[in-house]
């Protein structure tokens, strides 16, 4: 049975900093790009970042480049969102998601998702 369980979420001013974790079960973490997405109130899914070991690269949106980082511990079979400088606009409920397709953000190649965890950045 495929597991996500993300953790550290939370509220933090302007210019902090979270370390949100994706833990995963029932599956090979090496044989999936694996995306983290934000969905704030009233506005569409959008890809924040993603990793790929097999393709051994990472990727972020514009928005985020520079403050995030994306990281993957293969022996806990977890990932990472390192978010810092957050902004009140990087207010969202972040969800990682697993794709066997290449390193991108086509909401429709993840095929399973987290339950997502809010972050709130006040201003």
């Known amino acids: 049975e495929v597991q996500f369980v993300e953790s550290g979420g939370g509220l933090v001013q302007s210019g902090g900093s979270l370390r949100l974790s994706c833990a995963l079960s029932g599956f090979i973490l090496g044989d999936y790009t694996i995306g983290w997405f934000r969905q704030a109130p009233g506005k569409e899914r959008e890809g924040v970042s993603c990793i790929s070991k097999s393709e051994g690269r990472a990727d972020y949106t514009d928005s985020v480049k520079g403050r995030f980082t994306i990281s993957s511990d293969n022996a806990k079979n977890t990932v990472y969102l390192q978010m810092n400088s957050l902004r009140p606009e990087d207010t969202a409920v972040y969800y990682c998601?697993?794709?066997?397709?290449?390193?991108?953000?086509?909401?429709?190649?993840?095929?399973?998702w987290g339950q997502g965890t809010q972050v709130t950045v006040s201003s």
């Open positions: 998601a697993a794709s066997r397709g290449p390193i991108g953000y086509v909401l429709t190649e993840y095929e399973y």
